[in-house]
């Protein structure tokens, strides 16, 4: 601000010197036509049209207007009231005098940066503690701040201080509950021969592995009940301690599957009505599915299909990066990094095709 502030002052300087040379006469007709520039302005932007100020032009207009008599300043035509810019004076003095008078002994110290974040940190992972909660466990960890200090924070951060803050979204209720739930889904395609197939999968959340649990032309509830069984038998094999098992309000899954899986302890949640989001991991793998293998292969039958499942089954809980899992696969760990420079330097990969290369999967040679 004062560098434009002296900016405008010195420019203006230069303008009042060019002004000196020049008449009355002339004076006066630049004037009105700047008044007249002034009334086409006001009729153009309109009454409710608010013109905005920088602080620098705020500045300089108070120092260079408040010299003129009260009378004289209402009779100029600007495009603020003349008020307006009496009080533009009074904040420019105020601020001076602020300046000037500044007291000897400073107020309380600012909050540590480091203690600042560990109170939003605190805020973030416990979503149900107000500023006295966390108050008192940054006092339990040694840290002497004040409950209106934490208060404060909260307030600048535009945080609820309140214990009843709101609690445990979906998105972190999936995180947190990771390892216990399933997600569900039945999605279709259609063959060569022009029948319409349904295929059933389920994914863990924590592992994203896939199990297709199979495919059909009818899915009746007597199908769909017995691939519940045999999951929930795969299930206790590979000792799976799964809870939860989320799935759309698709008519294709009978009321006795949800009796099947609560025998086993599953509790079954629906989600909301055209709400895929809430079943995010199972719906990116169904496009993932489509993309990589329904798209790219032409499926002659219902046995045909079952074959390709099966290995992009294999191939993508075996070998398929994953984001979510730092890169590696469901069923495989990502290897170390390679650092020897001769490796590095000698590197013989090959290709194994699956599906005639509609998938490749590449890896070290022997």
């Known amino acids: 601000m004062l560098l434009r502030l002296a900016y405008l002052t010195v420019t203006n300087a230069f303008a009042a010197l060019r002004l000196l040379p020049v008449s009355d006469r002339d004076k006066n007709v630049e004037i009105l036509a700047l008044r007249h520039q002034i009334t086409v302005l006001e009729r153009q932007l309109g ?17 260079l207007l408040t010299s003129l008599p009260r009378a004289a300043l209402r009779q100029l035509r600007l495009i603020v009231r003349p008020d307006t810019v009496l009080r533009w004076h009074r904040d420019l003095m105020k601020r001076r005098h602020a300046r000037t008078c500044r007291p000897k002994r400073p107020g309380r110290p600012p909050t540590v940066r480091s203690i600042r974040t560990l109170i939003l940190r605190l805020v973030g992972e416990n979503p149900g503690w107000g500023y006295r909660r966390i108050h008192g466990e940054l006092t339990t960890l040694g840290i002497k701040v004040a409950p209106s200090t934490v208060w404060e924070i909260l307030k600048q951060e535009g945080l609820d201080s309140a214990p009843e803050r709101p609690s445990t979204t979906w998105a972190d209720f999936l995180r947190s509950q990771a390892d216990a739930i399933l997600a569900a889904d039945f999605f279709e395609t259609v063959t060569l021969n022009g029948q319409r197939q349904y295929i059933l999968a389920v994914i863990e959340h924590a592992t994203r592995r896939i199990r297709v649990l199979g495919t059909t032309a009818h899915p009746s509830a007597n199908w769909v009940t017995q691939a519940i069984k045999n999951l929930v038998m ?9 809870r939860f098992l989320i799935r759309d309000r698709d008519g294709k ?11 086993a302890r599953i509790t079954t949640v629906l989600t909301g009505i055209r709400m895929p989001r809430m079943n995010s991991i199972m719906e990116r793998w169904v496009q993932s599915c489509r993309r990589e293998l ?8 219902e046995r045909h299909l079952r074959h390709a499942l099966r290995e992009y089954e294999h191939f993508y809980n075996q070998h398929r990066a994953h984001q979510a899992l730092d890169q590696a696969a469901p069923l495989r760990s990502t290897p170390g990094s390679i650092t020897d420079p001769a490796l590095i330097a000698n590197l013989n990969v090959r290709r194994r095709d699956r599906l005639g290369g509609v998938l490749h999967e590449y890896s070290h040679a022997a």
């Open 47 to 63: 009454a409710n049209t608010r013109v905005r100020f920088a602080p620098e032009d705020r500045a300089f207009l108070a120092a």
């Open 234 to 242: 795969d299930l206790n094999d590979a000792v799976c301690r799964a």
């Open 253 to 263: 899954f009978p009321a006795l599957m949800d009796e099947v899986l609560a025998d």
């Open 294 to 301: 329904l798209d790219r292969c032409l499926l002659w039958n």
